[in-house]
C-alpha cells in the first residue's frame, strides 16, 4: 500500500472526472455509492491499488484532492 493516498474533498469536487483520466494504475473510479452522489458521480480511489504518485492531485482543476498519510 502506498504511504500517502488521496483524500477528496467532496463539498467541492465538481465530478470533472480529471483524476480519473490522469491516473496512471486507473486506481480511481466515479461512484454513485458515496452518500453525497445524490447530483453527481463523485471519486473513490482503491487503496489497494493507489501507488501514492499524486497525480490526480496535481491535476485536479478545483484543488479537491489532497495526499495524506495512509492509515
Known amino acids: 500500500m502506498a504511504k500517502k ?12 472526472s480529471v483524476c480519473v483520466q490522469t491516473c496512471p ?4 473510479e466515479l461512484s454513485e455509492n458515496h ?3 445524490f447530483k ?3 471519486p473513490e480511489a ?8 499524486g497525480l490526480c492531485a ?6 479537491t484532492i489532497v495526499m495524506e498519510d495512509a492509515v
Open 25 to 28: 494504475v486507473s486506481c480511481i
Open 5 to 16: 493516498l488521496p483524500a477528496f474533498r467532496y463539498e467541492e469536487c465538481v465530478s470533472c
Open 58 to 63: 496535481k491535476n485536479c482543476p478545483m484543488g
Open 40 to 42: 453527481n458521480l463523485y
Open 35 to 37: 452518500p453525497a452522489a
Open 46 to 53: 482503491d487503496p489497494e491499488r493507489c501507488t501514492g504518485c
